[in-house]
């Protein structure tokens, strides 16, 4: 019988880039304001971040992400929508957020060094 390999389907758009640093994000809550919270970014790609936090957020929640920019522009302030949260990360959650379609763009036109293909 031959043998079969499962290959999980890459559903992404854009290739993530591993990254490893801190950044604010701010959660947007509509019954709390917005809540700052200091995250570690894990990955970056042109649609979006992968980022650990002690914090959980919930699908859908909209978030502002402070990006750095250049050493001149210090960060660049990104909104995107929080689309998974898991706890995976012991201690902490593994979240996903895609850029919203307008700050996407913006993000890569102004950090090219940054972003990736």
């Known amino acids: 019988m031959p043998e079969t390999t499962i290959k999980a389907i890459e559903r992404r758009r854009h290739r993530r880039e591993s990254v490893h640093f801190d950044v604010r994000c701010i959660r947007l809550d509509p019954h709390e304001g917005g809540i700052i919270d200091n995250v570690d970014l894990v990955d970056l790609s042109q649609s979006g971040v992968g980022a650990v936090s002690e914090n959980w957020?919930?699908?859908?929640?909209?978030?502002?992400?402070?990006?750095?920019a250049d050493a001149t522009h210090g960060s660049r302030q990104v909104k995107a929508t929080v689309k998974r949260c898991l706890s995976r990360h012991a201690p902490g959650y593994r979240i996903g957020m895609e850029f919203d379609h307008n700050a996407r763009d913006t993000w890569v036109n102004q950090n090219t060094e940054l972003a990736v293909a």
């Not at 957020?57 to 750095?68: A, N, R």
């Open 57 to 68: 957020y919930y699908p859908g929640q909209k978030v502002v992400v402070c990006l750095p």
